[in-house]
């Protein structure tokens, strides 16, 4: 997927902080880099407008932690790392947007509501995802 996609904002302010609670559990790294993680995993430009508010909303909740570090040949940079507390946010967050991503794909691929009577003439589209599993969280 492209990075420079742009998806609507009401869908991506829904999902950016589960997504960055998500790149923090590879370990403690920068917004620059975070906001690459993000493009590179297709959700596009983030910017630091909106990037560094919610990483400042994710510290105040305790999910995440912050530590200047020097940095090597160029300044210096604040590396965001996950917290316990924030891990555990991380896996509940994940496991509610399964199931509400799950039920809105069923809801939009599902066949029209006239389609599903009996003697209705639309094509048939497969049945609904029922099934959701729980994220893995790397350690």
Known sequence: MSEDVVWPGEWL???LG???LRALADGPTYGYAIASRLAAAGLGHVKGGTLYPLLG???AAGHVTVEWRQGEGGPGRKYYSLTATGEREL????ERWLT???LTADLVTGPPAA???PTSTTAELPPPSTTTTTPEVPR
Request: some cysteine; aromatic content about 6%.
């Open 115 to 117: 389609a599903a009577s």
């Open 18 to 20: 589960l997504c960055v």
């Open 100 to 102: 509400f991503s799950g």
């Open 91 to 94: 896996v509940s967050q994940a």
């Open 13 to 15: 302010r829904g999902v």
């Open 57 to 59: 909303r994710l510290e």
